[in-house]
Every structure is written in C-alpha cells, then in structure tokens.
Nanobody, 122 residues
Framework: QVQLVQSGGGLVQPGGSLTLSCLAS????????IGWFRQAPGNKREGIICSDSDGTAYTANSVKGRFTVSRDNAKNMVYLQMNSLKLEDTAVYYC????????????????WGQGTQVTVSS
C-alpha cells in the first residue's frame, strides 16, 4: 500500500525554523517527484516546492530563499526545511507524490500525506 507519513511541524516564532519529514512506504521514492503543498484556513491549497528524484527542486516565489527540500531515496525520506518563517506561513503542510515514477514537469499528485500543522506565532 502506497503511503506517505509526515512528521514534524508545530508552533514556532516568526523568524524561526522547522523541518518537516515525509516517509514513503509501500514503494521506493527513487524515480518519483515529491511535492509539498500547504493550505491555510480560507485559502486554496498552494504548491510550494517540488523535488525531482535527482534532487532538482522547483520552488514557489512565496517561499524561495527560505524553504528547501532534500531527500534520501535510500531511506525513502523527503525533508522540507523551513527557515525565516513568517506569520503567513501558518498552514497545514502536505507531502504528495504520483502513483508512478514521474518528474516535476509531469507529476500527477495522487498520493497525499496526512498533513501536518505549522503555526507561526509570537
């Protein structure tokens, strides 16, 4: 069974950092693009970053220079490092992938993690 299990998140002050983790089970991440999305209350879900299997990343302007993605295909893990967090980064964050090998230019986001809350507040 294909599954993405997220961990991390929580409460952080503005300017702080957090790391989210995403563990894939039931398949190998090697060859799969992984995306990170977020959704704040009342807002549409926003794609913020996508990582190809070779580590090439595509980052939305809203988080560019602050968020980075890394992956360890051998461990089936993907990480979202979030630095210089702002109040507007408060949202539920999701990792997501395709049901078959793909890259960020043709990925179909079909398998979603359970989501994890990130709250930025002083």
């Amino acid at each position: 069974q294909v599954q993405l299990v997220q961990s991390g998140g929580g409460l952080v002050q503005p300017g702080g950092s957090l790391t989210l983790s995403c563990l894939a089970s039931g398949f190998s991440l090697d060859g799969y693009a992984i995306g990170w999305f977020r959704q704040a209350p009342g807002n549409k879900r926003e794609g913020i970053i996508c990582s190809d299997s070779d580590g090439t990343a595509y980052t939305a302007n809203s988080v560019k220079g602050r968020f980075t993605v890394s992956r360890d295909n051998a461990k089936n893990m993907v990480y979202l490092q979030m630095n210089s967090l702002k109040l507007e980064d408060t949202a539920v964050y999701y990792c997501v992938t395709d049901s078959e090998p793909s890259n960020c230019r043709n990925v179909a986001y079909e398998n979603w993690g359970q989501g994890t809350q990130v709250t930025v507040s002083s």
